[in-house]
């Protein structure tokens, strides 16, 4: 992890980023979100705040010019799948879309 100041929407803001295994480095302002705590109203609108931006005011950008919308749903579906794994839960038992772990 690195501390740095980034200007963000005019403002210079101090963030923590991230280079995981992949290298690619990724920005948080206010903390990292553990989406394995998505509610049902986020699952809902997954595709619009992935796909269609309309978080950005919230710092969550689109990646609708680097995902496909089948993409999209993939990494959805880890993220509920990797929630039922880490609770140790069984995908017919487990976390569904807006639920949170027991």
């Known amino acids: 992890m690195m501390l740095a100041d980034l200007k963000l929407d005019g403002k210079?803001?101090?963030?923590?980023?991230?280079?995981?295994?992949?290298g690619f480095f990724y920005s948080a302002v206010g903390g990292l979100k553990d989406?394995?705590?998505?509610?049902?109203?986020?699952?809902?609108?997954?595709?619009?705040?992935?796909?269609?931006?309309?978080?950005?005011?919230?710092?969550m950008a689109s990646f609708a010019d680097v995902l496909k919308k089948?993409?999209?749903?993939?990494?959805?579906?880890?993220?509920?799948?990797?929630?039922?794994?880490?609770w140790g839960l069984n995908s017919s038992t487990g976390v569904e879309a807006g639920t949170k772990a027991p």
């Open 70 to 86: 089948d993409e999209a749903e993939a990494i959805h579906h880890y993220l509920i799948a990797r929630a039922n794994e880490d």
């Open 12 to 22: 210079l803001r101090k963030v923590i980023m991230q280079a995981p295994k992949n």
């Open 35 to 59: 989406l394995r705590f998505m509610t049902t109203e986020v699952h809902a609108d997954y595709l619009n705040i992935v796909l269609g931006g309309t978080r950005t005011q919230k710092g």
